[in-house]
């Protein structure tokens, strides 16, 4: 079984940094593209950051120059450093990969469960 879990979330003041942190963990194989997501009340989830094995990465204008998206492939982890933060950044950011687990040659889309951002003063 194949499981995201993330850490970083919290309450910061407007301007201020938080880092994300998802690990992939269980039965694994691969790991394809990696990515955040993020969903704010009464909006649709949306695209923040993606990251390919090989590193490259994509952004939504609306965070370019202030998050950047990184991982470690040896330890199945993808970070988001998140800088100069707006209230409008606030919302529930979501871990995503595209993972190919054991014993099997299907890749499939996973999730984490979520961590709440809030950027208010």
């Known amino acids: 079984q194949v499981q995201l879990v993330e850490s970083g979330g919290g309450l910061v003041q407007p301007g201020g940094s938080l880092r994300l942190s998802c690990a992939a963990s269980?039965?694994?194989?691969?790991?394809?593209?990696m990515g955040w997501y993020r969903q704010a009340p009464g909006k649709q989830r949306e695209l923040v950051a993606a990251?390919?094995?090989?590193?490259?990465?994509a952004y939504a204008d609306s965070v370019k120059g202030r998050f950047t998206i990184s991982r470690d492939n040896a330890k199945n982890t993808v970070y988001l450093q998140m800088n100069s933060l707006k209230p409008e950044d606030t919302a529930v950011y979501y871990c995503?990969?595209?993972?190919?687990?054991?014993?099997?040659?299907?890749?499939?889309?996973?999730w984490g469960q979520g961590t709440q951002v809030t950027v208010s003063s």
């Open positions: 995503n990969a595209a993972i190919r687990p054991r014993f099997t040659s299907a890749v499939n889309n996973y």
């Open positions: 269980g039965s694994i194989f691969s790991i394809n593209a």
């Open positions: 990251i390919t094995t090989g590193g490259s990465t």
